[in-house]
Structure formats: structure tokens, C-alpha cells
């Protein structure tokens, strides 16, 4: 058998912190980017994402700490310009000079000295990537915010830079224009294999185009993982209530037999799957899409291992979906789909059951990682 080895590592952060006013605002003792991966930062307003990325970037003093690009430590304190060289960053909102959309995507390029002709060639290919050929010739100064966005990201990627560091770089934009242009750069993202680490608040922007999350609190990482692991297998409440569980229920095991547990809760039990001791404590989380809904009051789910009867406080549309909030005695939140609201005739203050497995409860022992 061949040996299993660690993935290698193009970006790798030891013991960062930055400080304002004598307080650290960045504590991260380890970080690792891996090539041709998306690493998606995400956290709350002030979690110190931004201040993570910039740092990266090398556009931001550390006050103590090492990084290293491949083998080589970056100099943070007096700007590492052959590193710098090799990343790009996008902001949020675009940063474009008063010349035409072209020009502004061939700035990297020209102050490489790249030939012309190579220079006409490359341009031309990012643009029609990016959906914007035909704006070519035309003034940055007469874009959409959608278009300026796009011109950005051509821009930083045009130089095919090693890493490319987005700064919630969708967060202006009208739902429709953002749809179109994280497909865009998902896809070209995939194409070119280029590595890409990007903070965001928005889960589903996360999940879309991330391989790795990070999810960060207060200048700290608190969980880093493949997407599925975080989404589904939370470190601790904090963790769980920001990548959308939205049912967390703290209790206590008072039953066990054969890997299957009871929790009690207040107003309730739950039943889940895993290897506790009666008397523990427990955070018990469930995703809204694994709770099934049945508007049957004598419906029975076989295997099912939890099935509840409650009754509809609120329904609220949520895009394709509606995000049903039960009174079980415990509040417990169901999404579910335009047709199965329709063909339920889910209302509000109508009785239900709710049902869904034991394996869908990921359990969480309190005692290790408190509800925060």
C-alpha cells in the first residue's frame, strides 16, 4: 500500500497576530492554502476576515509571526514585492483607473512587460471569459457595478497570478448579477486551477465556491475543514448557528443501547446515533433540509427515528423555499419546497409531524465545546 501524504502546501501561515491599539485583532497559529484550491473565509462583521486576507497579501504588518510562500518566509514587515508579484487581490468594491475596460485589464500585463501582441491575445481571452468583450473599448467610468466587478476580477486574474484573494468582492451587487458572476468565476476558478482564498458572510457564496471553509470569530479560526465536514459536522454552537443549523437544542443523554442515544431537551427528546455516556451534555443540531414535513396527523415514518407532531408558528419564503419554524415544544425550523407548501397546505397555526433521522442529529458534547 502507498503510504498516504500530506497535500502539498502553496501558502502556510505560523503564528500570526496583528494588533491595533495594543490588542490583537488577528490570532491565528496555523494556516494552510493548498494549490488549486478555494479556501473560503467566513464569519460575521469585524470576525477578521478582511484583516486575515490583507496580512496574506502581504499588504498588512504582523506583529509577530512567519509566512511562507512554498519553502520561502515572506518579509510582512518591508513588503515582499517577488511575492507580490505572484498574488493579486480584489476588493469589494472596484478600484479602476479612467481609462477604457481594456486598458484596465491589461494593467498587470503591461507592467510586466509582456509584448503587445501576447498582451492583445491574453486580454482578449479574460474578457470574453468574464462576459465582457464587447466592452472592450468602452469607459471604465460608464460600467455597472456588475461590469466594474467583472473588469476587476479579469484584471487580477489576467496575470495568472499563484493566489488571488477576494474581499467579499460580490457583496454590492443585486442578487441576478451576483448569480451570474460567482458561476462565471466558479468556473474559471476550476479552469485555470488558480488558487483562490475569499472572505464572505454569505454561506450559500461559500459553499458554491469553496473546497476548504474556514469560519472565524474575533480574529480567530475556530473550525477549518473540507465544506461537507464544517457544514455538516460543527465544532461547537457558534460554528453550527453560522453555517445554518438552525435548530440547536442543548440537553442532556438520558438514555444508550447499541450507538443509539435519547437527549432530553427542553420540551422534548431527541434521538440520535453516536457513542455518549447517560448524564452528558449535549448540543443537539439538525439542518432545516434534513426535517421532512407531513400534513397526515396519523403519518409514520419507519426508520425515520424521531417523528414529532407541532405546530406551524411562522412560514417564511426564503427564494425557492419556505423556512417553516415549528413548536414541537422545542422550536424546530423545516425548509421546504414551493410545491410541498402548496401541496400540504401549510399555514400557520396548523398541526404537523415532523420527522427525521437519528443519523441527522450531529451531536455535539457540551463539555468540550460550549454553546457560544
Do not use: W
Amino acid at each position: 500500500m502507498i503510504p498516504e501524504t500530506d497535500p502539498p502546501v502553496l501558502l502556510r501561515a505560523e503564528d500570526i497576530q496583528v494588533r491595533r491599539g495594543g490588542a490583537n485583532v488577528l490570532d491565528i497559529p496555523a494556516l494552510a492554502i493548498h494549490p488549486g484550491q478555494t479556501l473560503a473565509l467566513i464569519g460575521p462583521n469585524g470576525a477578521g476576515k478582511s484583516t486575515l486576507l490583507l496580512t496574506l497579501a502581504c499588504l498588512l504588518k504582523t506583529f509577530r509571526g512567519r509566512i511562507f510562500f512554498g519553502e520561502r518566509e515572506i518579509d510582512t514587515h518591508h513588503g515582499d514585492f517577488d511575492y507580490r508579484r505572484h498574488v493579486t487581490m480584489v476588493f469589494q468594491e472596484p478600484l479602476l483607473f479612467d481609462a477604457t475596460v481594456f486598458d484596465n485589464v491589461a494593467t498587470g500585463l503591461r507592467i510586466r512587460g509582456v509584448a503587445q501582441a501576447e498582451i492583445e491575445r491574453t486580454v482578449s481571452r479574460y474578457l470574453g471569459l468574464f462576459g465582457i468583450a464587447s466592452l472592450a473599448r468602452r469607459s471604465a467610468r460608464t460600467l455597472s457595478g456588475g461590469e466594474a466587478q467583472r473588469t476587476s476580477l479579469a484584471r487580477a486574474l489576467v496575470t495568472k497570478p499563484q493566489i488571488v484573494f477576494l474581499d467579499e468582492p460580490f457583496s454590492s451587487l443585486d442578487p441576478p448579477t451576483r448569480e451570474g458572476l460567482i458561476g462565471d468565476l466558479e468556473q474559471i476558478l476550476q479552469e485555470t486551477r488558480t488558487t483562490a482564498v475569499i472572505a464572505t458572510h454569505d454561506q450559500p457564496e461559500a459553499l458554491r465556491l469553496a473546497d476548504r471553509v474556514a469560519v472565524m470569530n474575533e480574529g480567530r479560526i475556530v473550525q477549518i475543514g473540507p465544506v461537507t465536514e464544517v457544514m455538516n459536522r460543527p465544532a461547537n454552537g457558534f460554528v453550527a448557528s453560522f453555517v445554518g443549523v438552525e435548530t440547536v437544542l442543548p440537553g442532556q443523554v438520558i438514555k444508550t443501547a447499541d450507538g443509539v442515544f435519547v437527549v432530553a431537551v427542553e420540551g422534548g427528546e431527541i434521538q440520535a446515533m453516536g457513542h455518549v455516556l447517560i448524564g452528558e451534555r449535549v448540543l443537539c443540531c439538525i439542518h432545516p433540509e434534513q426535517v421532512v414535513l407531513s400534513a397526515d396527523p396519523t403519518f409514520s415514518a419507519s426508520g425515520a427515528g424521531n417523528v414529532l407532531s407541532g405546530m406551524i408558528r411562522k412560514i417564511t419564503p426564503i427564494g425557492l423555499f419556505y423556512r417553516v419554524r415549528l413548536d414541537c415544544g422545542f422550536e424546530l425550523v423545516s425548509y421546504v419546497t414551493r410545491r410541498s407548501q402548496e401541496d400540504l397546505e401549510l399555514e400557520e397555526g396548523k398541526r404537523v409531524i415532523a420527522f427525521f433521522k437519528a443519523t441527522s442529529v450531529h451531536v455535539i458534547p457540551q463539555k468540550e465545546s460550549p454553546l457560544l
